[in-house]
T-cell receptor
Framework: DAKTTQPTSMDCAEGRAANLPCNHSTISGNEYVYWYRQIHSQGPQYIIH???NNETNEMASLIITEDRKSSTLILPHATLRDTAVYYC????????????FGPGTSLSVIP | DAGVIQSPRHEVTEMGQEVTLRCKPISGHNSLFWYRQTMMRGLELLIY????????DSGMPEDRFSAKMPNASFSTLKIQPSEPRDSAVYFCASSFWGGRVANVLTFGAGSRLTVL
């Protein structure tokens, strides 16, 4: 079973920041938070991951709360191409354990 | 690197026929995952391998499904006999698992199966 809770859908205006929340209240100390997204008809694509510090790469920023029970993926300037389903996953970073995807958040970027 | 390569991209077959889906993982990756995606059930993990060995096949729906990984560069998912409810997009993903390296999955483009 997925260990995360995400809103079913969200809208964001083009050019604005998209903030996608994820709750993972049962996360353990050695579990990372991973984010993937799936653009229609394509395979899921890795975005970013983190353990407890905030992370940033060319695609997005990841903000993890101090108690690690929730996180937010930030797309700083959303474009129409960011319309996709976004999945938040927690798992051990060095484990070859199964990777379970929940229903994710369907983000619609509106012109 | 060409990424994870899946074939065929599209398959249309009739009920009762055997279907074989193929996957070539990224060179150097040692974990391979098979997923199935439908509108109703979302993205479901069917089976995954580590170093060519099946680790967990609890997601395989029934005995009609089987998966093999004869070597590090090739895996198959077979459905025999196929049924209309098997219609879905099947994704293969690979990753490198080792020590302290973060385990990131790279997905293929998927194989869209339609069983009539």
């Amino acid at each position: 079973d997925a260990k995360t809770t995400q809103p079913t859908s969200m809208d964001c205006a083009e050019g604005r920041a998209a903030n996608l929340p994820c709750n993972h209240s049962t996360i353990s100390g050695n579990e990372y938070v991973y984010w993937y997204r799936q653009i229609h008809s394509q395979g899921p694509q890795y975005i970013i991951h983190g353990l407890k510090n905030n992370e940033t790469n060319e695609m997005a920023s990841l903000i993890i709360t101090e108690d690690r029970k929730s996180s937010t993926l930030i797309l700083p300037h959303a474009t129409l191409r960011d319309t996709a389903v976004y999945y938040c996953i927690v798992r051990e970073g060095t484990s070859y354990d199964k990777v379970i995807f929940g229903p994710g958040t369907s983000l619609s970027v509106i012109p | 690197d060409a990424g994870v390569i899946q074939s065929p991209r599209h398959e249309v077959t009739e009920m009762g026929q055997e279907v074989t889906l193929r996957c070539k993982p990224i060179s150097g990756h040692n974990s391979l995952f098979w997923y199935r995606q439908t509108m109703m059930r979302g993205l479901e993990l069917l089976i995954y391998f580590n170093n060519n060995v099946p680790i967990d096949d609890s997601g395989m729906p029934e005995d009609r499904f089987s998966a093999k990984m004869p070597n590090a560069s090739f895996s198959t998912l077979k459905i025999q006999p196929s049924e209309p409810r098997d219609s879905a997009v099947y994704f293969c993903a690979s990753s490198f698992w080792g020590g302290r390296v973060a385990n990131v999955l790279t997905f293929g483009a998927g194989s869209r199966l339609t069983v009539l």
